[in-house]
């Protein structure tokens, strides 16, 4: 069992930067693939980042490459979202997301894992001024 937190949403002006944190619980932490997600109001939710278990592998979300970069820190059982030069579409309830097969690629296309396979967070809002 994981339990994910995360912290760091906030205001922020567009062209600014914010750092999500998600802080996981248990042991097995460390084996598991970790990922973003996002929901703006009105819309579906949406894949933003994911790291494999080593965080030796990231994938991006075409829209945020290059703006945003995630990062974890297995000492700590914590995944970060770094999120720069942000967009006022970048508004939305952030989610992290822990995925027991370790790997990115479930995260490619469709995230559809089976049951008993992922863990949410609550979320945290980010809404960027224009």
């Known amino acids: 069992q994981v339990q994910l937190v995360e912290s760091g949403g906030g205001l922020v002006q567009a062209g600014g930067s914010l750092r999500l944190s998600c802080a996981a619980s248990?042991?097995?932490?460390?084996?598991?693939?970790m990922g973003w997600f996002r929901q703006a109001p009105g819309k579906e939710r949406e894949f933003v980042a994911a790291?494999?278990?080593?965080?030796?592998?990231?994938y991006y979300a075409d829209s945020v490459k290059g703006r945003f970069t995630i990062s974890r820190d297995s000492a700590k059982n914590t995944v970060y979202l770094q999120m720069n030069s942000l967009k006022p579409e970048d508004t939305a309830v952030y989610y992290c997301?822990?995925?027991?097969?370790?790997?990115?690629?479930?995260?490619?296309?469709?995230?559809?894992?089976?049951?008993?396979?992922?863990?949410w967070g609550k979320g945290t809002l980010v809404t960027v001024s224009s």
């Open positions: 790291i494999n278990w080593s965080g030796s592998r990231t």
């Open positions: 248990g042991r097995t932490f460390s084996t598991y693939a």
């Open positions: 997301n822990a995925d027991r097969r370790g790997t990115i690629e479930y995260y490619r296309g469709s995230y559809s894992p089976g049951p008993g396979v992922d863990y």
